[in-house]
């Protein structure tokens, strides 16, 4: 379908009537409409929004539905409609006029929606010069200009990127699905179960030992039916979690949680060293209490020791330990008055008063000097085990010493660490921990239910065909039996048939959007950082760069991914069952120079035979932009701003 003519009144920024139309010629089949932002270009999408779909599908739909210039103009009591009116030409050919209309009435200075009725909504086609009203015009437009696909025909060039979110695989494939009308085989596999079970409820009613052959066949089946259905499940929800592990383990890395595991185990060997050092120091301080209860009697005895071994050491300087001879010895010689060596010691002889001399300057210590010269000894002894406690403990105090300043400093690493720790986001951290665990768990499962279901499938199958086997020979000897099973027989081929016409359809179609998208794509970007755009079956998309690594298009800039979303639209228009315009509001806005121009070189071959219209600010209709596209170009507008005391209104020259 093309667009002949857009008719406005009353909506929005038009005032109107505004009367536009389009170039429907093949050679020049775009319609440039240049404003400014605000001036209603995005708004003039949406009056064909509604006018279709009675829905304003884009953004700066705030506010009220009709002109305010209008409102100020007209007084109270008076009427008017808001209305936009779509000339199209079908694919046969016809002129198809779809018109939308709301009436609002102004009172008391306010407007209200006709209380009577919604919008109206008409559809007239001229069918060989007569005029055709269709009775359900909603059905016609579903059937010919889906809403479900409206955003790959008419979009805002600056949410295309927008395609490439975390579900983008899953909406991109229900999106191609419909454009492509892929789900047209759905419907007939519909309709073929639904005969299969028809003619089995015929085959039925022949004989017991075919219903019981039937009942066992319908029941082997659906369990391949359900099993298969599980396997489709379940290897699309396995796609997803693996998406989502990917998206996780981004996030992890993003966090660098390998920093985190390394501070937790400095803490934890911090924490164990600190341990360590408290059981030495408390195990010391023990062995330092025992030494003490040890030596606490020579201790308080070490005094006297002293004294009593300087007090030896006096007598051994005098000569008295150990002694020349024993004062008693002198005793003993006077009392006998005879020397050792046999003479007499005479009373008051010279020699005698000698012995007596000595004998008074004789100490009576010397007679026991041996004991005491062994007590000596013992007591110096004691005082070195006394001196010895004095060094254990000592060296019992440096040891203390250095574990607590080690403690000192262990504690200033574990600050330090649990500083570092504190600025890491633990509960995030343990967040998505815990959901890469779900989803390896989950990810287990689904593997799980697809092996599972594959298994089932082999040994269902099996089943089925040593029932059919047996059926056969029952079969053979009833006419209508052969007549049923025939058309039973057809059925589950054309089943078959059409699932695998299906997945060769999908697959196809899959290979021809990834190659028509990196076409473009490498059309568009003037640099080669990247060999080729890959689409795979679940419709995630990925650029492969020189190294050959996988680069996901949320990795790239604003201006690539934009150029990337635009060669991908193009392409599902491409490979669409519907003839549709194309028209893209603000269809370059973030993209470099380089860029616009390629698209303007490339764009009009890629879209031949569409009709094209674009909605695009000065900033993107330079005049580079211009010169490129002009042989393209079949008509040319430009919305202006026009302010008045009663409002604002937009018009289009």
Not at 96 to 115: A, C, E, G, S
Not at 218 to 233: M, V, Y
Not at 520 to 530: A, G, I, P, R
């Amino acid at each position: 379908m093309k667009i002949d003519y857009l008719k406005i009144e009353n909506y929005r920024q038009y005032k109107g009537p505004l009367y536009l139309k389009f170039s429907k010629d093949e050679n020049k089949n775009f319609t440039i409409i240049k404003g400014t932002n605000g001036a209603g270009k995005t708004n003039f999408l949406n009056a064909i929004t509604w006018c279709l779909y009675e829905k304003e599908l884009h953004k700066n739909t705030g506010g009220a539905i009709y002109n305010d210039l209008l409102v100020n103009e007209i007084i109270n009591g008076e009427s008017f409609e808001v209305s936009v009116e779509l000339g199209m030409t079908d694919s046969k050919n016809r002129n198809v006029t779809i018109l939308r209309k709301l009436k609002f009435t102004k009172n008391d200075n306010k407007i209200y929606k006709d209380v009577f009725s919604d919008s109206q909504l008409s559809v007239r086609i001229i069918v060989n010069g007569n005029d055709k009203f269709l009775e359900h015009p909603e059905l016609y437009i579903q059937k010919n200009l889906p809403e479900k696909i409206e955003g790959y025909f008419f979009f805002d060039g600056e949410k295309l990127e927008d395609y490439f979110d975390d579900n983008s695989g899953d909406n991109i494939k229900e999106a191609v699905f419909k454009i492509s009308q892929i789900n047209l085989f759905n419907n007939l596999n519909k309709h073929l179960i639904s005969l299969e079970r028809s003619i089995n409820k015929d085959f039925k009613k022949l004989d017991t030992d075919f219903a019981d052959f039937l009942e066992i066949k319908q029941k082997l089946n659906d369990k391949i039916r359900l099993n298969k259905k599980e396997i489709e499940e379940s290897s699309f929800l396995l796609n997803k979690t693996k998406k989502d592990l990917k998206i996780v383990d981004e996030d992890l890395r993003k966090i660098d949680h390998s920093d985190k595991n390394l501070l937790d185990e400095q803490k934890q060997k911090l924490n164990i060293e600190i341990e360590k050092l408290d059981k030495r120091e408390e195990k010391l301080d023990n062995d330092k209490k025992n030494l003490v209860i040890k030596y606490f009697p020579l201790i308080l005895a070490y005094k006297p020791f002293k004294k009593f071994v300087e007090l030896g050491s006096d007598l051994e300087e005098k000569g008295f330990i150990p002694p020349l001879y024993k004062k008693k010895f002198l005793e003993t010689l006077m009392e006998n008055e005879k020397c050792i060596c046999g003479n007499e010691l005479k009373l008051n002889s010279e020699s005698y008063n000698k012995i007596q001399k000595l004998h008074e300057l004789t100490f009576g210590v010397t007679d026991i000097s041996e004991e005491i010269n062994i007590e000596l000894n013992n007591l110096k002894n004691e005082i070195k085990r006394i001196q010895r406690f004095s060094t254990k403990q000592k060296e019992y105090n440096a040891e203390i010493r250095d574990i607590r300043n080690q403690r000192i400093e262990k504690n200033e690493d574990l600050e330090n660490v649990n500083f570092k720790l504190s600025q890491i986001d633990h509960d995030e951290i343990q967040r998505l921990i815990k959901r890469k665990n779900d989803l390896d768990d989950q990810k287990d499962k689904y593997v799980g239910k697809v092996a599972y279901s594959k298994n089932s499938i082999d040994f269902t199958s099996k089943e089925l065909l040593n029932i059919e086997k047996k059926e056969i020979k029952v079969n053979n000897d009833s006419e209508n039996a052969l007549k049923l099973k025939k058309k039973l027989d057809f059925c589950k081929d054309a089943i078959i048939a059409s699932e695998s016409l299906k997945s060769k359809l999908i697959e196809n179609i899959r290979n021809k959007i990834e190659k028509l998208t990196n076409d473009q794509f490498k059309k568009l970007m003037w640099k080669e950082n990247f060999t080729m755009v890959k689409v795979d079956e679940y419709y995630n998309i990925d650029l492969v760069n020189k190294a050959r690594n996988l680069v996901s298009p949320n990795d790239i800039s604003a201006g690539e991914r934009l150029a990337l979303a635009l060669s991908f639209v193009a392409a599902l228009n491409q490979i669409s069952g519907f003839d549709l315009p194309l028209i893209i509001d603000t269809p370059m806005g973030r993209l470099d120079k380089e860029i616009k121009t390629n698209i303007a070189k490339t764009l009009p071959n890629y879209v031949e035979g569409k009709q094209v219209v674009l909605l695009v600010t000065g900033e993107e209709y330079t005049s580079k932009f211009k010169s490129d596209i002009i042989e393209c170009v079949g008509k040319e507008y430009e919305i202006r701003v026009f302010e008045t005391d009663n409002g604002t209104e937009s018009r289009i020259l």
